[in-house]
């Protein structure tokens, strides 16, 4: 067994490689890595600092179905409520879909929470900081889970 163990990076099937890519460095700022253009295996490796976070691999076709198994959303940690606003601001600018308006928090009285929206292809996904936002703030249902996506 690994001693320590972390995510990698994260692989994504999607329609459109340029549109998502795009659509990924723009709302969560990452650099362009490495690519291969080749039509027979296009994808891009987008990350910070020279390390993958995420490869984007253009080999389906339709929406993301959540009604089969594999990937239920992908989530992101920012470092403070403003990062996740400034995110959400970026995210009205292009004309994503969100599962809920504005930040949700995790559960009732929690103080952690984020934004839940789609990318292109319908891939669930999460921006949310650990802390700092108000514990007043209602959640989607009483008993929400750690996440907006039910």
């Known amino acids: 067994m690994p001693s320590t163990l972390q995510t990698g990076h994260v692989g ?3 329609t459109d490689l340029a549109r998502s890519t795009a659509f ?3 709302v969560l700022g990452l650099d362009l890595v490495a690519e291969n253009q080749d039509p ?16 984007l691999w253009q080999q389906s076709d339709g929406d993301h179905d959540t009604a089969r198994p594999g990937l239920h959303h992908l989530s992101f940690r920012a470092e403070s409520l403003d990062e996740v606003r400034a995110a959400e601001e970026v995210l009205k ?7 809920h308006e504005g930040v ?5 009285g ?3 929470g984020g934004i839940f929206f789609f990318d292109p292809d319908g891939i669930r996904l999460e921006i949310f900081t650990p802390s700092g936002v108000p514990a007043d703030a209602e959640a989607p249902t009483p008993a929400a889970p750690t996440c907006g996506f039910f």
Do not use: D
Request: zero cysteines; aromatic letters at 10%; a positive charge.
């Open 93 to 99: 600018e292009i004309g994503a879909e969100f599962a």
């Open 104 to 108: 949700v928090p995790h559960a009732e």
């Open 12 to 14: 994504l099937n999607v």
């Open 40 to 55: 027979k295996r296009p994808f891009a490796f987008l990350g910070r600092h020279g390390a993958p976070v995420l490869t």
């Open 110 to 112: 929690a103080t952690s």
């Open 24 to 26: 990924y460095r723009r």
